[in-house]
């Protein structure tokens, strides 16, 4: 049956294009999402990697222990100073520490050469994020080296990240305005650096200022994180226990290989979110092509009706020709998924190289994911074979004689019931949606979400097909069953063939 499948998807292609369609296009919602979440979540875990990678312990304020308004496991937030200089200094006499360095992360933006003379909007460098640092001459510390020109040595000077001061139409000597909320400072660029081995920060623009500096534009007089670096054969595990018998109430040490990791969950937590809406959102897709693959398959049916009366005729069982239904709608799932697929994966590229166009390089690399894969599949073939399910079942307990018959397909069931179901769930989905948008209700979205399916189901029950009339006999069954066509066939009288039996063919 698996063979005569394939021949019939074969043969009638024309047939099956809006199936194929219908599911390559919800198909593609998750290749496409997944991939670029995938590529987004890769890009930042590398970033993550690079910005710890050198520092052994972090000290910084507890998340755990933060109040809702704070932004403790946001990887790009400013956090308030909570550590003195004593504090720092505490830190640096715990054994097994080397150094230990004060943070401070001024929320401001670098403005581009072009910004004009003058200019006091804090807003007018909006673009690319600015993450301005204090500078303190180590590369272990500050993860950047030195390309040209020099580091920061006094207060005044600043220095850039190789790629922004190309972006940003700045050269060594030039005055860079850095834009706060006090209003925009001047600074000489004195140099500039590269972050990690590549410069990879995601589109952002690196700038270090000094720590008086620093301090003053933050407009605090402590630090938000302490960077740690432990002397060789240190154990690092008793160091950060040793800093947090020192360090305030509502701070934490932590290794910067967990604080990388930690940071790598938090924006996959995020991402989760999104692939979560994207399968959602493919699953009300499918959901509303599944009317159409619906139809799809009762028209196929009916247009095949008297085919599958020749195939009874001669021997074929209803339960084969309900499989034979099933495997083509297989057939054309597990095509229409792998376009998808492809569909999906390109759509992530597009999209990807038009924001690369406007962030920067931000993706690590962009592959397909397994899950992307599973769920292609998993949700087009189901969608599909479920959908083929009830015209299967329809195809399967239609007698042999009565397929025969040129009335077998002229009439068609009353639809009164169709329809008043149909007009029922209509209104009742349109008042639920109604009351989801204008009545104030806890959680309206679930009304609205409520009201739309059934609004749909009940729209599809009121769009019944129009009776299709089957075709005038065809060839392509005993094409299929019987080398040399009708040819083959010996001729079935209407006497001979009340009384004939069907014998069920071996397979």
Known sequence: ???????????????????????????????????????????????????YSGTDIVVEADPNAAEESDQGGDPFSVGAGVFSPDDVAAISEVDGVEIAAGGVQVTGSVLPADTGEGTTDPLAGSGAPSQIFNWYGDSTIDQSTIVDGRGVEADGEIVLDVDSIETLGYAIGDTVGIATEAGVTDFTLVGTVRFGEDNNLQGATLAYISDADSHTLADDPNYATVSVITAEGANLDSVVADIDAVIPDGTRAITGEDKAAEQTAALDDVLQYVDIFAIAFAGISLFVGAYIIVNTFRIIVTQRTREFGLMRAIGVTGKQIRSMILLEALVVAVLA?????????????????????????????????????????????????????????????????EALRESATGGKKPLKVRNIVGGALALIGAGLVTLGLYVDLDRPYIYVGAGAAILVIGVTLLAAQAPVAARKPDAQAADLLVPGGRQGLPPITSDASRGAVPTPLRH
């Open 1 to 51: 049956m698996f063979r005569l499948a394939l021949k019939s998807v074969k043969h009638n292609p024309k047939r099956l294009i809006l199936t194929a369609v219908a599911v390559a296009l919800g198909v593609s919602l998750v290749a496409a999402t997944q991939t670029f979440t995938n590529a987004l979540s890769s890009g930042f875990s590398d970033l993550f990697d690079d910005i």
């Open 337 to 401: 998924s792998t376009l998808g697929i492809i569909l999906g994966y390109l759509l992530a590229l597009g999209f990807a190289g038009l924001v690369s166009l406007f962030a920067g390089d931000i993706f690590g690399t962009m592959s397909l994911p397994l899950d992307a894969v599973l769920w292609a599949y998993v949700m087009g073939g189901a969608v599909t074979l479920v959908s083929a399910l009830l015209p299967a079942l329809h195809a399967s307990r239609v007698a042999p004689m």
